[in-house]
Structure formats: C-alpha cells, structure tokens
C-alpha cells in the first residue's frame, strides 16, 4: 500500500494550495479518506475526510476555507486550501482507512508566511 502526497509549499497568508494524495494497492472506492497534520511540538490533528459516498467531516479551524474532494477513478484525493493562514503550517498526511486496515502517507509540508 502507498499513499503518495504532493502539492505542499511555501505560501504567504491567504494565499491557496491544493494538496494531493494518490493511492495505490487498495481498492481506494472502499476507504475512508482524510488529511490530518502536525506541526511542531503539537499532537497530530484531523483536517477533513470524505466517506465512500462523499459525505465530509473537517475541523472547525478550516471549515469555511478547506475542500476535501475525492476521484475513484484516479485513486486520488484532494484538499483544497484558501485563505491559508501561519497557523496553518505543518506537515500534512493523507490516509486512508477501511475496516483492519489503516494507511499513512508520508507528510507533504505546507508553510504559511510572508
């Protein structure tokens, strides 16, 4: 199993990123997909996930401003973020989970500054 991230970067604030995770060795349409992160010296935190049917779940800190979006047929999933702020920053990883089993990417680094 491999969950793949790329989009992070540096960005100034309000500026917008799309992140993306590509999934290989699961039948990802079954998963449940999210975006979680850690910055430095805190716990690691839920964003956004997306259910099979496309319902989302995000954290009150980027609702409003981040879009958690899946494709099935590209194995991929999306997150789409405005309005970034420097609280924002950290180390975003994608996974993936399905009954047993439970898939971490290995961390895309997002910066918010000027």
């Known amino acids: 199993v491999q969950l793949v991230e790329s989009g992070g970067g540096l960005v100034q604030p309000g500026g917008s990123l799309r992140l993306s995770c590509a999934a290989s060795g699961i039948i990802f349409s079954r998963y449940i997909m999210g975006w979680y992160r850690q910055a430095p010296g805190k716990q690691r935190e839920l964003v956004a996930t997306i259910t099979t049917g496309r319902n989302t779940n995000y954290a009150d800190s980027v609702k409003g401003r981040f879009t958690i979006s899946r494709d099935n047929a590209k194995n991929t999933v999306y997150l789409r973020m405005n309005s970034l702020k420097p609280e924002d920053t950290a180390v975003y990883y994608c996974?993936?989970?399905?009954?047993?089993?439970?898939?971490w990417g290995q961390g895309t680094q997002v910066t918010v500054s000027s």
């Open positions: 996974n993936a989970y399905y009954g047993g089993g439970n898939y």
